[in-house]
């Protein structure tokens, strides 16, 4: 028991003294406003933007070890997969095939995260959220069928 209590005892202490090492987060280059309508701006700051954008909001937990690891983690590689904050400056082609993504994503219900939703309820999409994003997807699609016939 006395060497249970030790062990338990230099646990708390150990990851006490993480607490205090600095954590290198995602960091932004570019905060560009993405050219959407306003709802879609909205839906997508509100349930997108943390890991996916240099805007991100790092929560009072991202700075608590061992969670910080787990949410610098999703940040980082929601930035590489997809980062709103350089959407101006993808092609076309690059915007269409982004977009069918989300739409994947979010319609298999990959996106957003579950373990993000709990902490996060105003990020879940209803249904007209996802009808919007699909709208504003198919105006990229159709803009981007629409250029490679003038060409």
């Given at each position: 028991?006395?060497?249970?209590?030790?062990?338990?005892?230099?646990?708390?202490?150990?990851?006490?003294?993480?607490?205090?090492?600095?954590?290198?987060?995602?960091?932004?280059?570019?905060?560009?406003?993405?050219?959407?309508?306003?709802?879609?701006?909205?839906?997508?700051?509100?349930?997108?933007?943390?890991?996916?954008?240099?805007?991100?909001?790092?929560?009072?937990?991202?700075?608590?070890f061992p969670?910080?690891?787990?949410?610098?983690?999703d940040v980082?590689e929601g930035?590489?997969?997809?980062?709103?904050?350089?959407?101006?400056?993808?092609?076309?082609?690059?915007?269409?095939?982004?977009?069918?993504?989300?739409?994947?994503?979010?319609?298999?219900?990959?996106?957003?995260?579950?373990?993000?939703?709990?902490?996060?309820?105003?990020?879940?999409?209803?249904?007209?959220?996802?009808?919007?994003?699909?709208?504003?997807?198919?105006?990229?699609?159709?803009?981007?069928?629409?250029?490679?016939?003038?060409?």
């Amino acid at each position: 028991m006395k060497k249970f209590t030790i062990l338990l005892s230099l646990i708390i202490i150990i990851l006490g003294l993480l607490q205090f090492i600095p954590l290198k987060r995602p960091g932004g280059k570019n905060a560009h406003e993405l050219q959407a309508s306003k709802e879609v701006k909205d839906i997508l700051k509100r349930s997108c933007y943390d890991c996916h954008s240099d805007l991100t909001r790092w929560p009072w937990y991202s700075k608590v070890f061992p969670i910080s690891l787990l949410v610098i983690h999703d940040v980082k590689e929601g930035k590489e997969f997809l980062n709103f904050s350089e959407w101006e400056s993808l092609s076309l082609k690059q915007k269409s095939n982004s977009s069918f993504e989300i739409i994947e994503e979010i319609e298999s219900k990959e996106m957003p995260l579950k373990i993000y939703l709990p902490l996060h309820p105003e990020a879940k999409l209803s249904s007209k959220d996802i009808d919007l994003l699909k709208k504003w997807a198919d105006e990229i699609d159709l803009q981007y069928a629409e250029s490679k016939k003038n060409r």
